[in-house]
């Protein structure tokens, strides 16, 4: 028989301490949803079933003792650290959901410059890393957007990826070595070492999880020379994306490995390079590292780019300037609340990827679909996009979007508008052979499609499921769909 509410919170106390467990309903709100629900959370608008407690997890042991609870009496737990999820991964589904806090596992535990890497506990906000590792002369080379608020639990959990990818990878190619708990307790520890060949690479069971298998505790990331004295932006306007897939496509198979290289299409480099861009698409590189290194690279880019003549080049300080300034932590998401309160403006991304034979097709399409068929395309006040992580074989598309929310109660507003446009841009990336996910992860939103984005390979995704999370306990709804 499952347990009441009351008795969950008070068998929770009794396994972590009273001061533990909060259930307090505010708290509860805020933590039954992520920013996919940001609309309705700024009108005060709670929808789903709120969780029964918080747990505000202090070590390892307490994280296995409070899943094998869960696991024996059948609880959902959903994993959280910084809770910048976009796409619905924190949203309890399920009544009486427990939400397992992991940011006060907020320890480095170690910077090895012999071995160039650093450990840092799961609830580790990834700034805070990073500016240790600074003051040492090292970096993670991990930077995405949300640094100042993602923290290194939810960052693998989510196959996160930063801004200078195209040099230093995504979150998977840095991560060495985990520990993780899964829901029967079992803590388990992946060894760090370089490289291994014995038998599949583990790591991946657990990198990418969205909290669906299991609860990441610790985890080891490679460290890099950090040297930003050496750093080179490069700045060019051109008229069309194709021309701009091109060059990015040409930059990648050549060899060249810029820390960031972006195009923009012309609504969305309008929106952001607002003092330059003169309604034309923009394309962005940097280089950086060892000196040497750092100018062969910017030479290269410089020579390629020269074959298009339509690529206008532009000051380089104006985009050291743009890159400055783009990190959200917590001011601007409190600021981007009194903006949507007032305007009634909602700005939504959704990410996907594919390769260099399809990436523009997917792009022109979207946008058209976009514009054609969905239902309120007159509410929308921007429709664009960028690719901002290439790669030798494709690259990502980085959809972006802002509607005046019109004519519907906050509750109602990501059926009226943003589920209606993900399923424009999801269904469209699919059927050209992309991937509907690049970086946010699958959360609870694109979970209708993960059969269809995985093929027979969901075979694999689903014998995880059932060998790790056999009760279901882990994330309800998240990355697997909830089978009627
Ligand atoms: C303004 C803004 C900019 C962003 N920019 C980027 C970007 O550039 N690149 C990018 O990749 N993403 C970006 N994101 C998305 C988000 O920041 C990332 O997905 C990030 O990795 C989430 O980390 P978090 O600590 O906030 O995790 P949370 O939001 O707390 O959780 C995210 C998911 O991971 C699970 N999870 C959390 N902790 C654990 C754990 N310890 N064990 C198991 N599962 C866990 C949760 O259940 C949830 O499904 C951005 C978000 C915002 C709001």
């Known amino acids: 028989m499952s347990l009441t509410r009351e008795a969950i919170v008070e068998q929770l106390k009794e396994i972590v301490s009273p001061g533990r467990v909060i ?12 920013r996919f629900r940001k609309y309705a959370d700024i009108h005060g608008v709670f929808p789903l079933p709120l969780p029964a407690a918080v747990v505000m997890l202090e070590n390892t042991q307490q994280v296995s003792a409070v899943l094998a609870f869960c696991n024996r009496h059948g609880i959902n737990c959903v994993p959280r650290t910084g809770a910048s999820a976009t796409e619905g991964g924190l949203e309890t589904v399920v009544e009486n959901s427990v939400v397992l806090d992991g940011s006060g596992l907020n320890r480095v535990l170690s910077i090895d410059p012999q071995n160039m890497q650093a450990t840092a506990q799961c609830g580790v906000p990834l700034e805070v890393l990073e500016n240790k590792l600074r003051a040492q002369g090292y970096t993670t080379g991990h930077s995405p957007q949300s640094k100042p608020l993602a923290q290194m639990g939810g960052l693998v959990a989510t196959r996160s990826i930063g801004q200078f990818s195209t040099l230093y990878g995504a979150i998977e190619d840095m991560v060495v070595g985990l520990e993780a708990v899964f829901p029967d307790g079992t803590v388990t520890r992946i060894k760090n070492v370089p490289r291994r060949a014995a038998g599949p690479d583990i790591r991946h069971v657990i990198i990418g999880n969205e909290g669906a298998l299991c609860f990441i505790t610790e985890v080891t990331v490679k460290i890099f020379k950090f040297m930003p004295e050496n750093n080179l932006y490069y700045g060019y306007i051109l008229d069309d994306m194709k021309t701009g897939f091109e060059v990015l496509r040409e930059v990648m198979v050549e060899g060249y490995r810029p820390s960031i290289a972006r195009l923009y299409d012309a609504e969305d480099g309008t929106q952001h390079f607002t003092h330059f861009a003169d309604g034309k698409c923009v394309m962005i590189f940097m280089a950086e590292g060892n000196k040497g290194i750092a100018r062969a690279t910017g030479d290269g880019i ?128 699919i059927r050209l052979g992309g991937s509907m996910v690049h970086h946010h992860g699958i959360g609870k939103h694109r979970t209708h499609w993960t059969k269809d984005e995985h093929g027979t390979a969901y075979y694999i995704l689903k014998g995880l499921k059932d060998v790790y999370d056999p009760k279901g306990i882990m994330n309800a709804g998240t990355i697997y769909p909830i089978e009627k």
């Open 23 to 34: 259930t307090d309903e505010k708290v509860l709100q805020k933590n039954s949803v992520d």
């Open 302 to 429: 410089e020579a390629i780019v020269a074959r298009y003549p339509q690529c206008r080049k532009v000051d380089s300080k104006l985009i050291e300037t743009w890159f400055n300034n783009l990190n959200w932590g917590p001011d601007k998401v409190a600021a981007e609340r009194v903006q949507i309160q007032k305007t009634g403006n909602m700005g939504f991304t959704t990410e996907v990827s594919g390769e260099w034979s399809c990436i523009h097709a997917i792009y022109e399409n979207v946008i058209r679909r976009l514009r054609n068929e969905f239902p309120h395309a007159d509410d929308i006040t921007m429709l664009g996009g960028h690719s901002s992580h290439s790669y030798i074989n494709g690259t990502n598309m980085y959809f972006v979007y802002d509607y005046n929310v019109v004519d519907c109660k906050p509750e109602e507003e990501i059926e009226k508008y943003h589920n209606p446009i993900n399923k424009i841009i999801v269904e469209e990336t």
